[in-house]
């Protein structure tokens, strides 16, 4: 047997773990008895080691912040659109959305003005539990509910961050948006309507997630209730800015 | 079809380049050896990966998909620069010169060794040991990424990684008697 017998790929594959096990065994053998074979191994085994250690540290470096927020603000924007989509697309889909949720009958304003969720979501704490942030915030949400434009984060106080996802208008022409109360504990998809100058929250889906978004599941119940109150399509950036005017 | 369904246990698109950021970066910077270069690069895969999001399969390997979607686009920049030149710019190089204080296994000087004889290596030498060493894709996900056969995979890399051995000037075999207690300081 002549060192021949392994060429440069099979070595490398044996120093990557890429290599089948009867062709291993052979080269171990092989490798006990010829030191030349061994040293055309270690040129394999020693540049990935070099390679790694010249390279791998990068990843620690701190993401520049002007990339991180970009693509935040991009990834959270896609979500954001998904929804989006599935609103408009689904409008005659959501009638029989509608039925499939009807079953669970989750709509229940309470004197609040909250509604709450009741069975069958997933990952969702029944509203029950009424987080009392919500509530302690819901001055300075209206406050943002009637100037700021969808699609941005806002930060409010507390470290809460509010989303607002959309605008639309119900059947009876009521102004109503979409928004997601973000918290160190959780977050709040809500959606709230304007009557006689005050939000009136509709529906409020906390979910125990401590970050990332809401799950798919509470967006379908999110469709589902706004079928069921026959919610327009979202305004555009121009519809939204006239019926936010004072 | 009913996607929202699937996606409730699983991260969707949007949510897992966010926390991939690092690797991607960590990529775009060996591939490009330029932070800022590397810094558009990242933004763009992410812009293409979000709008590509359907054609991601959820059972396949996202980081494989996404140094994919990252190098097709080096590789459009490359095109359009083509005119331009080879760009063996020595600040740009800098780039990718290793934080000090890592690796302290490895003597310094070492490491500016090895990172100067990356920049040296053709780029499809050096995207492949990237992938492979760094990265840690196995031939068969390192050939998806580039798009060629595994058999040409294997040779690429056997052949970068003895011209690395080659630039470095290091004797592999006899450099860790000679080097045991380099000192330096």
């Known amino acids: 047997m002549t060192r021949y017998d392994f060429d440069d790929e099979t070595l490398m594959a044996f120093a990557d773990g890429e290599l089948d096990e009867a062709t291993s065994v052979r080269l171990e053998t092989a490798l006990a008895a010829d030191e030349a074979l061994a040293e055309r191994l270690a040129v394999f085994l020693e540049s990935r080691m070099l390679v790694a250690s010249a390279l791998k540290p990068l990843i620690d470096e701190p993401l520049p912040e002007a990339l991180l927020t970009s693509v935040r603000r991009m990834a959270e924007e896609a979500q954001g659109r998904q929804s989006e989509a599935s609103n408009v697309v689904a409008l005659r889909p959501r009638q029989r959305q509608v039925k499939r949720w009807a079953k669970h009958r989750w709509v229940m304003p309470l004197a609040a003005g909250i509604v709450l969720v009741v069975t069958g979501v997933v990952g969702f704490t029944v509203g029950l539990n009424l987080n009392p942030s919500v509530m302690n915030s819901s001055a300075e949400v209206a406050g943002v509910l009637d100037r700021e434009a969808s699609g941005r984060d806002i930060a409010l106080g507390f470290g809460e961050m509010l989303h607002i996802i959309a605008t639309f208008r119900d059947k009876n022409g009521s102004l109503c948006r979409e928004y997601e109360l973000k918290q160190p504990s959780g977050s709040t998809l809500s959606i709230a309507c304007r009557h006689d100058q005050a939000w009136v929250t509709q529906l409020a889906l906390t979910s125990v997630k401590a970050e990332g978004y809401v799950p798919a599941s509470s967006q379908e119940t999110i469709d589902a209730y706004l079928s069921s109150i026959q919610a327009g399509t979202p305004l555009s950036a121009e519809e939204e800015r006239a019926a936010l005017a004072p | ?185």
Not at chain 2, 20 to 28: D, K, M, Q, V
Request: overall charge neutral.
């Open chain 2, 1 to 185: 079809m009913q996607k929202s369904g699937m996606v409730t246990d699983m991260q969707t698109v949007p949510e897992r380049l966010v926390a991939f950021l690092p690797n991607l970066r960590r990529f775009a910077i060996s591939l490009c050896r330029s932070r800022e270069l590397a810094d558009d690069l990242v933004q763009a895969a992410c812009e293409r990966a979000i709008l590509a999001a359907d054609s991601f399969a959820p059972d396949s390997r996202f980081d494989a998909w996404m140094f994919r979607i990252l190098r097709n686009l080096w590789i459009d920049h490359l095109r359009r620069q083509r005119t331009a030149g080879p760009q063996a710019d020595l600040e740009e190089a800098s780039g990718i010169s290793v934080p000090s204080g890592e690796a302290a296994s490895l003597a310094r000087m070492d490491l500016l060794h090895v990172t100067a004889a990356l920049q040296k290596l053709p780029d499809e030498q050096r995207e492949v040991l990237v992938l492979v060493c760094v990265e840690e894709l196995s031939y068969h996900d390192a050939a998806e990424v580039l798009s060629i056969p595994i058999g040409t995979v294997m040779s690429r890399l056997a052949r970068a990684r003895k011209n690395l051995a080659q630039l470095t000037g290091i004797s592999f075999g006899e450099r860790r008697s000679s080097d045991a207690k380099g000192g330096i300081v």
